[in-house]
């Protein structure tokens, strides 16, 4: 048992907190706002997994949930025209080849 205290304790754990890469606070203000007039348990749940994702990858991967979100609570048309909006954004923070299927 003491090789394995010696060996957690020689190894202590650094937190590393990094700054997100440039234009993904961008991209992560404009999906939250598209909630902004939802509301309810899987909104909230959205919103928190929006302000933890750390790329734009994770945001990218994260358009269908708000799309389910406001298309539930609003209509189809409202939530297509607002996810439209969005795609630039990413254009600025992704490859072209990802957005270029949006």
């Not at 902004?36 to 734009?56: I, K, S, T, Y």
């Amino acid at each position: 048992m003491s090789a394995w205290s010696s060996w957690l304790n020689s190894r202590p754990f650094e937190w590393q907190f990094r700054a997100p890469p440039a234009g993904v606070e961008t991209v992560r203000n404009q999906l939250l706002a598209l909630l902004d007039d939802c509301e309810g348990f899987e909104v909230d749940r959205l919103r928190w997994r929006l302000h933890m994702a750390e790329r734009a990858q994770e945001l990218w991967l994260l358009r269908d949930a708000v799309f389910q979100v406001v298309s539930s609570q609003h209509c189809q048309a409202l939530a297509m025209q607002r996810m439209e909006g969005v795609v630039p954004a990413f254009r600025q923070v992704l490859p072209a080849h990802l957005v270029g299927r949006a």
